[in-house]
């Protein structure tokens, strides 16, 4: 049965809470006067979920997050350091032939708080003029079309469009929250911080599919600030550091740190792996990532089985495609070592624990459907090259 989503603030619960009769279980979203603090998931019954087991599990789950918390507001402390203007931002949407997802996005963003900044859909090689047509409707908003197809060539486009330093990315398929913006722009007051990413929390959870994106490949990273500095972290390590699909970044980084790569991404042979491949180049210079909680987004989930599977797999072939552009372009030989620990300690229990049918194994099918993946990466990566090397080509006569 399906999952339903509540967003619930902990310091004013309701006596009781009545979902559909339809959803087994809810995931909870748990916040503190706006912020989220922890999740939670409770069982529902007949529609309905009681007070006494709702704060009890809601107190559990959040656990001493919940008290550091009050106690910051208490002490009006920020982590983040002293509270300075909100810089102005570029807030970039990177779309491809989705205006469904693309509406339910924009609406979104115009109910962000107004602190002058400016939007931007990055149009991606696109097979309908239903995008252009869906942005006239929204005067805020400024249509860009990038021909080079893939996600590192829409996001370099809104980086090049950009008239803000600091631009804000966030895909189709995501629903920033209201504090989005503001939350992720209060992190670059240390200048050695060039890109900021936020929490992720599944949209719906309606299907199998999704119920299994969630459990296996969830898009947040936790409900605590991490900064992630490059002269301590393992650059090549950067699962933690969080998702694309939510991120702001220096303009300026660009000239230092380079644009994306448009070898790799969605869009492309390589199907994804250029966020992992920015943020490696990102610390690998020194400098810093910051994973902020309080950027919240929601991101909705494939929702059939082919696409979860289409899914993982394209991880797979990104991953290793980026670790493949390691190895042939910077001569970062360990990342055979990662290749090897991901599939000893990770790919083949897992496989081994669903050829048992354990208890809660992840299905073969995903399983041998990222297996696929990684190993088509390499390859896809050297087909990437030829292909964007002939798509530019062809822009060009």
Not at 17 to 31: G, N, P
Not at 181 to 186: A, M, P, Q, T, V
Not at 204 to 221: D, I, K, V
Not at 327 to 344: A, D, I, K, Q
Request: glycine fraction near 6%; charge should be negative; proline fraction near 6%.
């Amino acid at each position: 049965m399906a999952t339903a989503i509540l967003d619930l603030e902990i310091s004013q619960l309701p006596p009781e809470i009545a979902v559909e009769e339809r959803y087994s279980k809810a995931l909870v979203l748990i916040r503190l006067h706006g912020n989220p603090i922890g999740q939670a998931t409770l069982p529902v019954v007949g529609g309905r979920i009681g007070d006494n087991e709702l704060r009890e599990t809601l107190m559990n789950a959040v656990g001493e997050n919940l008290w550091k918390n009050w106690l910051w507001d208490v002490l009006e402390w920020d982590e983040r350091g002293p509270v300075q203007a909100v810089p102005i931002a570029t807030v970039a949407v990177c779309t491809r032939d989705r205006p469904e997802d693309l509406q339910r996005c924009l609406e979104a963003l115009m109910r962000l708080p107004d602190d002058g900044q400016e939007y931007l859909v990055i149009d991606n090689c696109p097979a309908t003029d239903a995008t252009r047509e869906l942005v006239k409707n929204y005067p805020k908003v400024r249509y860009v079309r990038e021909d080079v197809p893939g996600s590192s060539a829409a996001r370099n486009r809104a980086l090049r469009e950009a008239k803000q330093e600091f631009v804000a990315f966030t895909d189709d398929d995501a629903v920033p929250d209201r504090n989005w913006l503001r939350s992720l722009l209060r992190n670059f007051s240390d200048p050695r911080v060039m890109c900021v990413t936020g929490l992720v929390m599944p949209l719906e959870l309606e299907t199998e599919a999704q119920e299994w994106f969630e459990r296996y490949s969830p898009h947040g990273r936790g409900f605590g600030r991490v900064v992630f500095d490059g002269a301590h972290s393992n650059p090549l390590i950067v699962n933690l550091v969080g998702v694309s699909a939510s991120m702001a970044l220096r303009k300026s980084s660009i000239d230092f740190i380079g644009l994306f790569d448009e070898v790799l991404g969605a869009g492309t042979p390589t199907a994804s792996g250029e966020d992992c491949e920015f943020f490696t180049r990102i610390l690998r210079s020194g400098y810093c990532i910051v994973y902020e909680p309080r950027a919240l987004s929601w991101h909705r989930h494939r929702r059939t089985w082919e696409e979860l599977r289409n899914t993982l797999e394209g991880y797979g072939v990104g991953v290793y495609a980026f670790w493949t552009m390691m190895m042939v372009v910077n001569r970062e030989f360990s990342v055979v070592l990662l290749g090897l620990s991901w599939l000893w300690y990770k790919q083949i229990p897992e496989l081994i624990a669903s050829v048992r049918k354990q208890p809660d194994s992840v299905p073969s099918d995903l399983l041998l459907a990222q297996l696929r993946g990684c190993i088509s990466g390499p390859m896809a990566y050297f087909a990437s090259r030829k292909w964007l090397q002939k798509i530019k080509e062809e822009i060009s006569c």
